[in-house]
């Protein structure tokens, strides 16, 4: 897999908390970002497997009552 530039403008104060936050991690900038991003497209695609699991199934059960459970 190859990797691509990506440039972007930011704010100087976006850029000082993206610092903070990768600092708390003991990670460049540039990693932190990509971190986020791959995290956050992970999230999103997960989300869409789920609905579309329980679109096949017809049921949604993020909202069944927890006490119409068989335990």
């Known amino acids: 897999m190859g990797s691509t530039v ?5 704010d100087g104060e976006l850029l000082d908390r993206l610092r ?3 600092a708390r991690r003991g990670m460049s900038v540039q990693d932190y970002v ?3 991003l791959v995290r956050d497209d992970f999230d999103e695609r ?4 789920v ?4 679109k096949f ?3 949604d059960s993020r909202h069944a009552d927890p ?5």
């Open 34 to 36: 990509v971190q986020t």
């Open 6 to 10: 990506l440039s972007l403008r930011i």
């Open 20 to 22: 903070q936050h990768a």
């Open 67 to 71: 006490a119409d459970r068989v335990t």
């Open 51 to 54: 609905d579309e699991t329980e």
């Open 46 to 49: 997960f989300k869409a497997a």
């Open 57 to 59: 199934y017809g049921a």
